[in-house]
């Protein structure tokens, strides 16, 4: 079965389809003309070849645009036709030409930034708040970057000549806080929009629609959605991809193709995953809104499984009283998580430019799962502890974000 060389796994579409259409089918629709139902996992890291002139050809041909070796695979770390699957199905969902994966989202990320360092772009413009190890990775200049913080507002006005990415995530880990992808495209003028569509999934929102030349995921989350697989991916143009390629292939944070496969089983479902969640999403940010042992409840406009509230108590407390909960990093999984990002998530960010970013000390983020609606607020109300007399606290907390 030559997969490789058979990018168009999608080749059979003949017209535009449903995104919960694609969610089963790209990736996969040369499977029955083969034979097959479920797709296959090829665990090979290196591929017969009697013909070393043909290898060294293509291996000079990937090296010059990163293009996809025409032909059977090669090696490992040039790609996996496992892995090629779901990199294919991703791509459809998100409108993109191409995508390409890699071993976190972290992985992928510097990945990019190390693309655009190598054409002399180091300088980045963010803006918070990101991914608690986003944020580091930028400040702290590990891959030689240099980052300018600053709001949507001042995009335009803090790029510079050697500007090689804007960077932006909405809704925003962990203050669901959202923006006008559209808007902020349109500031970064030719310089490239990377847009961390991670909370939201290409089922709420397609940010290359918007004019992001960059979509990323930590595809551990939503897109594997169980929480049994450790991936990330971009989603882009197919020019940008070879980039990537070439990077991935130099300093091997390749996917693994087990983990190929679990997130291509995962995307089969993802259409039906978020949008039950979401939904037992909003009932939970309207009850948390109502309740006097809550401050303060954000939710995004877009909808979603992610809400953030910050709560007058202890917030250490509410976590450690949790019973059907389960207080861990990560999110995205069928079952719900609830963390502490001041603790975990975001400690690694200062103080100072954590709570500037919205991330208060009290604020607690829950990523919802599939379990039942009343178990879960049954959970959360144990946990909030007891409540306070009439009078002590004001009424009820706001859901920001909502409409």
């Keep these: 079965m030559d997969t490789a060389s058979t990018g168009a796994y999608d080749a059979v579409r003949t017209a535009s389809r449903a995104l919960a259409t694609e969610a089963v089918h790209a990736g996969r629709d040369d499977l029955a003309r083969q034979g097959l139902h479920a797709p296959p996992i090829d665990l090979s890291t290196t591929y017969p070849s009697y013909d070393s002139r043909a290898e060294a050809a293509r291996i000079d041909a990937f090296a010059t645009d990163g293009a996809d070796p025409a032909g059977p695979p090669v090696y490992g770390r040039l790609g996996n036709p496992t892995v090629a699957r779901f990199e294919t199905a991703l791509a459809r969902l998100e409108g993109t030409e191409s995508a390409v994966a890699f071993a976190s989202g972290m992985a992928a990320l510097s990945a990019v930034l190390l693309a655009r360092s190598a054409q002399g772009l180091r300088h980045v413009v963010a ?93 551990t989350k ?5 929480g049994d697989v450790l991936a990330g991916v971009v989603a882009c143009d197919e020019e940008f991809a070879g980039r990537l390629r070439q990077i991935r292939f130099a300093t091997g944070g390749v996917l693994h193709p087990l983990a190929g496969y679990l997130l291509l089983r995962g995307l089969s479902t993802l259409p039906v995953r978020v949008r039950a969640a979401s939904a037992g999403a909003a009932v939970l940010a309207r009850r948390l809104a109502a309740d006097p042992r809550v401050a303060r409840v954000s939710y995004p406009r877009l909808g979603g499984a992610m809400l953030a509230f910050e709560v007058h108590g202890d917030p250490h407390e509410v976590i450690s009283r949790v019973r059907l909960i389960t207080p861990a990093v ?74």
């Design 127 to 219: 803006v918070r708040p990101l991914y608690g190890c986003s944020d580091h990775l930028l400040t702290a200049g590990l891959l030689g970057t240099e980052v300018t913080w600053t709001d949507p507002a001042g995009i335009t006005d803090a790029l510079r000549p050697d500007t090689g990415l804007v960077m932006v995530e909405s809704p925003a880990n962990p203050t669901l806080a959202e923006l006008d992808l559209r808007a902020v495209a349109h500031a970064c003028g030719t310089v490239p929009l990377l847009a961390d569509n991670t909370f939201a999934t290409p089922v709420l929102q397609r940010p290359a629609e918007q004019g992001a030349r960059l979509v990323l995921h930590s595809a």
């Design 330 to 403: 990560s999110l995205g999984s069928v079952d719900t998580l609830i963390q502490h990002p001041a603790s975990i998530s975001h400690r690694i960010v200062d103080a100072d430019d954590r709570r500037g970013a919205g991330v208060s000390d009290r604020l607690l983020r829950l990523s919802v799962g599939l379990e039942d609606v009343d178990d879960l607020w049954m959970d959360l109300d144990h946990a909030l502890g007891e409540r306070s007399a009439p009078g002590e606290r004001r009424a009820a907390g706001a859901v920001s974000g909502t409409a």
């Design 222 to 226: 939503y897109l594997g959605g169980h």
